[in-house]
């Protein structure tokens, strides 16, 4: 007997469909919502890496429905974004087109893989019955204050020809096609993100999150504790509001440093005598990225302004100003005091520019020696210690002399935050439009909610021109004001795709709903998601949007709860045999489609399981595949020895399976979980027969890795419906404490020998002991005429 999975794998997809195995209507009092980062359709198709978190989601939604829960397990498509646009710019085949296709080679390939998805509440964001909804989410928003329009520097792609939210620069280049990202002055759309910073950053804390995630959205969020201190502007009724974390380190702050964008340099209110200089400097510092002017340890540049000066409140001495492209606009008040013996990047500055350095806070004496003795005195310090040359604050520790100068100076305590409100409009066609329309006797108005959905129009010349492509499509964008009837027009950009898929998972909850985004019961029954598996890269744009966007839903009243996503599994990578990363370039892909044609979506799902703890990146192995494939293939010749039998050695091994494989599962331990399996069915193997109840519970473990032969032999063993929904197999104490015990081996009363088994062997397990044992199995060779066993203790063949 061969294990035939293309067969059994095409019967069960079909039974699946056929019977809606994995459909769920409403939550009931035990729920669970397992979702996975839905894809975006790409035209590559899957490849292995991708199926590893789904796989993953799927063993834990699978495992669920046996313990009995509802589980709402849905999929459906992140269908805008750039991609599908770019490749209809250069093929003319339309995105809507191109995206449908794709989506159709995607959901064959998840359903290849046995994905148990409800199909029947499949989403595609750019569907108008979805993107009406973001449109109405941009409406609640706007009536709050949170989406508002304003100018401001922004990053600007000039491949993409479209302006990208902070998130989506990696590095300082664009995240889509790796181009430089320069900053531009644009009037664009934003979500006041930033109102949450705080409840934001506090409730992270709370959530089932990994360490590493954490921490990668709490730097991004980024909260520092400092103040904020007017310096006067000498022969001036000017003051300049710096930001620092430092207060304690005033004493030491040598000259002042504004930013390039800085308004006091360009609004009159600096008398400076080198303003053409000046101006040049800021026309060269805007062709810099963020990232070159973060950089530390490269040469700062920076122009003296002629004939300002400043007051250092702490010392009264007056000291010159700068710009400097190393202070960002945005961040504080874009100017700071440069402390060059304890920052790194003023020391750097004041080196350049023969500035002078001055020690205000000392480390613990001894340190000091040591550095001293190292000759090291040159060097920044940035780390706490005891003032010095500080004035009356000598000897004060910094922590306690922050608070102190603070007031001295007349300055006060302010929290700053790194994060910045979302931008999200983008000049391009292939998104949800803006439903805002300009008129010119009522401004910006909203469009109303009955109008929606603004469709997105087909007929569009989708080249990128740097404006959005709907400017240009005439009857999208000469509208009415549907205020005052005025021929007004439309916003004709579009939204960030990060907006749609900020709220997807409220939808999953109430998919075809028409009248409203989601039944509020429906959502309140269902949400949170109890596990959210999905790639790391999500840790500070998806994850963080959906937060925010769940906390003003909840603001307003549409929602009840303040988190979406209480556990966060990030899968690691799968990599190429060669240990490289998947490429088309290094011609290293593997598709899932050809394993599968190869050796079943089972041994695919059980190796992606196997290889490697669920968050580790791995490589693939071919040979690692053959390995599962003979595995399965045991199990399914195992069929041949099931009978009636009882066996207490298999009894306990079973046992000791159930108790760690719904652990493993439950702990995301996958890879464990499948050893356990292999190891439970080796000690199956080595007994002459199984028993059936021990074979079936077997099965039922080994189903969410392994879902289609598990059906099959599943129904061999005599059942009649799914074994989705069988129950889970429960395990008891006293078969787990079971120890081994020593027997002593009789011969006609004479002990010829021992054999161990497991305690409360009945005489059959331990004759089959010994008949397998290398050195007793010869006692055997002729039938003993009597046994006389005493369990535990002696078995005597009296031959
Ligand atoms: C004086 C000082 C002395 C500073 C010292 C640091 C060390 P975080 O922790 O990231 O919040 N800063 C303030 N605004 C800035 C801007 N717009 N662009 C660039 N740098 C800016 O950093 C806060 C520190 O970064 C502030 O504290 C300020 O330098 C600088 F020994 O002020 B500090
Ligand atoms: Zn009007």
Known sequence: MTFDYKYIEEKWRARWEKDRVFHVEDAGKNKRY???????????????????????SDVVARYARHKGYDVLHPIGWDAFGLPAENFAIKTGTHPRQKTQQNIENFRRQLKLLGFSYDWEREINTSDPSYYKWTQWIFLQLYKKGLAYKKKAPVNWCDSCKTVLANEQVIGGECERCAGPVEQRNLEQWFFKITDYADELLEKIDELDWSDALKTTQKNWIGKSQGARILFNIQDSNFTLPIFTTRPDTIFGATFLVLAPEHEALTNGTLQIA????????????????ELERKEGEKEKTGIKLEGVEA?????????????????????????????PAHDQRDHIFAKKYNLPIIDVIQ?????????????????????EGVLTNSGKFDGMSSEEA???????????????????????????????????????????VPVPEK?????????????????SPLTHAKEFHDVQCPLCGAPAKRESDTMDTFVCSSWYYLRFTDPHNEKEIFDKKKV???????LYVGGMEHAVGHLLYSRFITKALRDQGFVDFDEPFLRVLNQGLVLAQDGRKMSKRWDNVINPDDVVEAVGADTLRMYEMFMGPIGDTMPWSKNGTMGIFRFLNRIWRAQENIDDTENNALESVIHRAIKKVSEDIESARYNTAVSTLMIAFREMEKEKTIPKEVFK?????????????????????GNKTSIARAPWPSYEEKYLTQKETTIALQINGKTRGSINVSAGSDQETVLGAIQKDEKLSKYLKDKPKRVVFVADKIINLII
């Not at 397992?34 to 993953?56: C, E, N, W």
């Not at 053409?276 to 510092?285: D, L, N, P, S």
């Not at 109008?451 to 404006?467: A, C, N, Q, S, W």
């Not at 969410?704 to 099959?712: G, K, L, M, R, T």
Request: hydrophobic share 35%.
């Open 402 to 444: 922050r608070e102190k100068i603070t007031k001295f100076v007349g300055g006060e305590a302010q929290t700053q935050y790194k994060l910045r409100d979302w931008l999200i409009s983008r000049q391009r066609y292939w998104g949800a439009p803006i439903p805002i329309i300009y008129c010119e006797k009522c401004g910006e």
């Open 311 to 339: 007051i250092n409140p702490a010392t009264k001495e007056s000291i010159p100003v700068f710009v400097a492209d190393y202070v960002l606009p945005g961040y504080g008040t874009g100017a700071i005091m440069a402390v």
């Open 274 to 289: 080198n303003s053409k200089e000046v101006e040049e400097y800021i026309k060269q510092a805007k062709k810099k990225t």
């Open 451 to 467: 109008d929606l959905p603004v469709r997105l129009p087909d007929d569009v010349d989708f080249k990128p021109t740097g404006e």
């Open 524 to 530: 309140a029954n269902w949400m949170p998601v109890d």
């Open 34 to 56: 397992i979702l996975d980062m839905f894809p975006y359709p790409s035209g590559q198709g899957l490849h292995v890496g991708h199926p590893r978190g789904y796989i993953a």
């Open 697 to 717: 519970r077997f099965v039922i473990l080994l189903s969410p890795f392994a879902p289609f032969i598990s059906e099959e032999l599943w129904e061999m063993l």
């Open 363 to 383: 480390q613990e004496a001894l340190d000091v020696k040591s550095k001293k003795e190292k000759g090291k005195t040159e060097e920044v310090y940035e780390g």
